[in-house]
């Protein structure tokens, strides 16, 4: 299967990667692996789909988006960041509630371990840690899907809704900052 990696078109053995799909890696690990740009697993998993090796099922709700990183319908209006290093992330007011960041477009997050149900809002905050001399983020979310990983922790991707400007800003700096393949 000729696919778009991020140096070169190439191919890539379907048996393998639906191997790799279905063992439950992650699209920032399948991305890794292959050298795929998000265009190129955009890509990948269309063909993957047409050609009946995958069901449209096991496409989506994968964790790392809002309904994945790689949109079926459509390509997205903001790429997909995947962070280079984890951030903590939790619900405000209850930290406990808390995971961390997978992924991070200027309209939503990925996030692995924080519980909200779907449809729920919730206002969110992410620890920057100081990095780069940002503060902590926070915004208001909704929680657009939300799954058991085959580990047992609780994957969800959340909705941007309301974020102040300044903390919007911030987000796009933390972006750029900590995100592969930028």
Known sequence: MA????????????????????SGMSDHELMEKYQLTVRGLESLFRKLEESK???RSELYGRFSSFEDTVDLESTRKFSRSFLALPLRIYEQGNPENGGE?????EKGVGVRGLT??????ARL?????????????????????????DDGAWMSGFEIVTISEPDLQNLKKLIRGLALGR
Do not use: H, N, Y
């Open 3 to 22: 696919v778009e990696t991020m140096f070169e078109k190439r191919t890539i053995k379907a048996s393998e990667i639906v191997r790799d799909l279905r």
């Open 53 to 55: 090796a995958v069901r």
């Open 116 to 121: 909200v149900p779907s449809g729920q809002s």
């Open 101 to 105: 960041l997978l992924d991070a477009i």
């Open 125 to 149: 905050v992410i620890a920057s840690g100081g990095f780069v001399g940002l503060q902590d983020i926070s915004f208001d979310a909704i929680c657009r899907w939300g799954k058991q990983g």
